[in-house]
């Protein structure tokens, strides 16, 4: 049965349009991966379909009764709220019912009357019911559980308004999934969850008994949950029947196929030329002009103008081009931390971390979240001292930081204007290098703040790129970045002659 069909709907912003009259459909307990390229529109469907936005033009229908689970914007709470108060939130309907039934139990202990008590009795039975089928006394239980999978247990009883950005992310998420919508929307969910949280997560929507659509980057995240891929791409929607691997290969051959039609198309376009050319030739020649020739050559034409005509399809689409050279080289120890400690008020977050990193090594930073690693990046960047040990960085060490929360503080700037004033370079020569990062012609005096995740990613990146580093530190690089950049990103690492 259909949850959601989607009808030929258009949507425009400032006056440019991001995709028209798509179509597609999504079934009961399908789980559906959006994929497409950073700025492609993929966020702007998903809130469509949430309802949280109407397009221009076009329907979108639900089932009727269909509960949607969408994650926007975190609301606000009271400073005295804590995440568990918020986790159990989403069991209002029945919180109501469980202080219904409190109340009946006490009209009931004072209840003399014999035919009152046996009204209330069968009314206390009948919420019984209710609380019981709707798993009213698994409450405790489904909440741990999700606390537990997405590693939150340590922001149970903080207040949730003083929680980070990331965190109140998760949460929400925990949230969510704890109401259990029929439709379940989900962006880039894996985003600020750890490696066994993402595993967890995988899990659990494999065994969703509702109906996903979710957007991700995520290769192998998708190749384990979804088993439908909807390709949103030059604001055409494709649909594949497939996990993320199948769709790759699929997508290939498919575009194999179109250029092939298109190749056999233009031939044979050229040949009706030849041919058109070739009768009014003939028909001149004679004397007087042939009128038959004539007719035969202008009926060809008007076949030739009433044919559809293919596009070409697009099968090495254009990437970001990423290439990091550190200038001078740093000495032969880039990174010493001996015997660290650091702790936040009753939390020790580590202690005795030694860490040596010499020159050209990769080295990663993985953990559980609330671990410390962000904590100790901010270290090795001289932003927080260590309330034990030595933090040494070594001789020449030029760092170039990427961290999760970039740009989050600029509001007016332009692209362009945000970039040259990282790196010293004419207007005309940064057009020319953002341009290799996939922002063209109006799109470098598009403001920041309207920017999606991914291609924010993409100008700190330019920005890099053309800076005088040997040190990168990466928190969390990948983050909304689409696969394609992923890979470009992966690839430039690789041949990167600093650490």
Known sequence: MIVCSVDKIAKMYGGNSVFEEISFEIKEKERVGLVGRNGSGKTTLIKLVAGEETPDSGQIHWKKGTAIGYLSQIPDYEDSTTTKAVLTSAFSPLLKIEEKMKRLETKMGMENNADTLEKLIGEYGDLQDQFTMNGGYEIESNIERIVHGLNIQPLLWQSFSRL???????????????????????????????????????????????????????????????????????????????????????????????????EEQQKKIKKMKETIKKLREWANRANPPNAGLHRRARNMERALERMEKLQRPVLNRKKMNLEMDSTDRSGKDVIVLKDVAKRFDDKQLFENVTMHVT?????????????????????????????????????????????????????????????????????????????????????????????????????????????????????????????????????????????
């Open 359 to 499: 020159y050209q090594e990769r080295a990663a930073i993985i953990g559980e979240n609330g671990t410390g690693k962000s904590t100790l990046l901010k270290m090795i960047l001289q932003q927080l001292e260590p309330d034990a040990g030595e933090v040494r960085i070594g001789s020449n060490v030029k760092i170039g930081y990427l961290s999760q929360n970039i740009f989050s503080t600029i509001k007016d700037e332009t692209v362009i204007e945000a970039f040259r004033e990282e790196v010293n370079v004419t207007e005309g020569e940064a057009r020319q290098i953002l341009a290799r990062f996939m922002f063209y012609g109006y799109h470098v005096f598009q403001k920041v703040s309207q920017l999606s995740g991914g291609e924010r990613m993409r100008l700190r990146l330019a920005q890099l790129m053309h800076q005088d580093i040997n040190l990168l530190i990466l928190d969390e690089p990948t983050n909304h970045l689409d696969i394609d950049s992923r890979e470009v990103l992966e690839e430039a690492l690789e041949d990167f002659q600093g650490v």
């Open 164 to 262: 980070s950005g990331g965190e109140k992310t998760k949460v929400g998420l925990a949230l969510m999934l704890l109401k259990q919508p029929d439709l379940l929307l989900l962006d880039e969910p894996t985003n600020h969850l750890d490696l066994m949280a993402v595993e967890w997560l995988g899990n659990f929507l494999k065994e969703y008994s509702g109906t996903v659509l979710l957007i991700s980057h995520d290769r192998y995240f998708l190749d384990e949950v979804v088993n439908k891929v909807i390709d949103l791409e030059d604001g055409e929607i494709t649909t594949y029947h497939t996990n993320f691997t199948g769709f790759v290969k699929e997508k290939e051959e498919r575009l194999l196929r179109e250029f092939q039609a298109f």
